[in-house]
T-cell receptor, first 113, second 109 residues
Framework: DTAVSQTPKYLVTQMGNDKSIKCEQN?????MYWYKQDSKKFLKIMFSYNNKELIINETVPNRFSPKSPDKAHLNLHINSLELGDSAVYFC????????????FGPGTRLTVL | QKEVEQNSGPLSVPEGAIASLNCTYSDRGSQSFFWYRQYSGKSPELIMF????GDKEDGRFTAQLNKASQYVSLLIRDSQPSDSATYLCAVNGYQKVTFGIGTKLQVIP
């Protein structure tokens, strides 16, 4: 009965490869997010989707492409991976009509070699 | 100026003491304020949120908000070693929540 789940938990890959991270929430929330937490532990928003529509796209390289097939899923595809992409990526969801509390997934630790 | 500022610490307090964590924000239009706790290697989890000026208490935790000073704080009474974690201040602005860098708290037994 996990609220927000992500796969995979760990991802180790070579520079230049393409990889995807999947996220699913079973909370019935309308809004989902992708965050990047770097080695300095700073949690920075990348994208936000509300009911499958992109509402926030921070200054993220266009190698990153989110996709929301339905409001319970938000996937992140990364092309041509670079060393600087190494970080922990968190998916989160919230219901903006309530307290705006965000529920986070367990995170995906991406290591680019 | 960063949107949400916190001292990264570490803040060390002895077991049983009061830990005081502080946060300032730049957007005067911000409406809601959150404190998340993040243990090492884990995801952030919400421990308190506050909307109105003043204090809000929940068990050993008290959140304090002063919108005029653009300041929000978290007090942890009777600190326990299990409270050792990074505490992230988050502020809800236009369409998004912005997080501070977090303050690392160490409670010394």
């Amino acid at each position: 009965d996990t609220a927000v789940s992500q796969t995979p938990k760990y991802l180790v890959t070579q520079m230049g490869n393409d990889k995807s991270i999947k996220c699913e929430q079973n909370l019935g929330h309308d809004t989902m997010y992708w965050y990047k937490q770097d080695s300095k532990k700073f949690l920075k928003i990348m994208f936000s989707y509300n009911n499958k529509e992109l509402i926030i796209n921070e200054t993220v390289p266009n190698r990153f492409s989110p996709k929301s097939p339905d409001k319970a899923h938000l996937n992140l595809h990364i092309n041509s991976l670079e060393l600087g992409d190494s970080a922990v990526y968190f998916c989160a969801s919230s219901q903006p009509t309530s307290s705006h509390e965000q529920f986070f997934g367990p995170g995906t630790r991406l290591t680019v070699l | 100026q960063k949107e949400v500022e916190q001292n990264s610490g570490p803040l060390s307090v002895p077991e049983g003491a009061i830990a005081s964590l502080n946060c300032t924000y730049s957007d005067r239009g911000s409406q809601s304020f959150f404190w998340y706790r993040q243990y090492s290697g884990k995801s952030p989890e919400l421990i308190m949120f506050i909307y109105s000026n003043g204090d809000k208490e929940d068990g050993r935790f008290t959140a304090q908000l002063n919108k005029a000073s653009q300041y929000v704080s978290l007090l942890i009474r009777d600190s326990q070693p299990s409270d050792s974690a990074t505490y992230l201040c988050a502020v809800n602005g236009y369409q998004k929540v912005t997080f501070g860098i977090g303050t690392k708290l160490q409670v010394i037994p």
